[in-house]
């Protein structure tokens, strides 16, 4: 299987942020959705799943699950994204074929999911984060700029990603970013072309 290329821009979101936001965000141009949802039942994820599904085949976007290999799955969709206590990667690569990213917190974690075959690590977090509660203690751009150099697979910059640190973030040579609330606090369209200016 061919996997596409990730684009610089992954924009998170969770079920508060559908359809509204979410299609601003695509009619605006991002092409990389990770769906991340802690608070609703499975049931009710699984439903948002295909929703999101369709949204994004009509946007040709690559959908992301967080967290639920099966979700990701059942809905056809381009990957999944696992947190260290998730589902194992051996396992997952098992009995899936699609994108599969990794979250990571320090370069060990990095190395031990480029070696396990992951095609992506998300690191961080970078910054100062309001967005997950259980966040661990910033990272910085120095160790972002660090893993970089020891990772060859893409490393997606995370956690307290806005428009204010960007700068910060090409300086650490680092092509990839995911965030939610720096595109999707405020006035998302024009949040995403100050995104795209730094990564086109």
């Known amino acids: 299987m061919i996997k596409p290329e990730l684009p610089s821009i992954c924009l998170i979101i969770s079920s508060k942020d559908v359809p509204e936001k979410l299609d601003i965000a695509l009619k605006s141009g991002i092409k990389w959705i990770q769906y991340r949802e ?7 994820v699984v439903k948002q ?13 690559l959908l992301i699950i967080n967290d639920y290999l099966d979700i990701a799955i059942a809905t056809e969709s381009d990957g999944v994204h696992l947190g260290q206590k998730d ?16 979250s990571t917190h320090n370069l060990q974690e990095a190395v031990e999911a ?5 095609d992506y690590v998300g690191f961080g ?16 751009v120095n160790v972002l700029y660090w893993v970089g150099q020891k990772i060859k ?4 910059a995370i956690g307290g990603i806005k428009i204010e640190n960007l700068k910060e973030i090409k300086k650490a040579k680092c092509k990839y970013i ?23």
């Open 87 to 102: 589902l194992p990667l051996c396992a997952a690569k098992k009995i899936f074929s699609g994108i599969i990213g990794i």
């Open 125 to 140: 977090p970078v910054f100062h984060t309001t967005t997950k509660k259980d966040a661990l203690e910033p990272q910085g």
């Open 38 to 44: 802690k608070e609703l039942p499975r049931k009710e």
């Open 178 to 200: 995911a965030t939610a609330s720096g595109i999707l606090n405020g006035k998302i369209d024009e949040n995403l072309k100050k995104f795209m200016q730094f990564f086109n």
């Open 49 to 61: 799943a295909f929703q999101l599904r369709e949204i994004t085949y009509e946007y040709k976007a």
């Open 153 to 156: 697979i893409p490393v997606v």
């Open 114 to 118: 480029q070696k396990g075959g992951a």
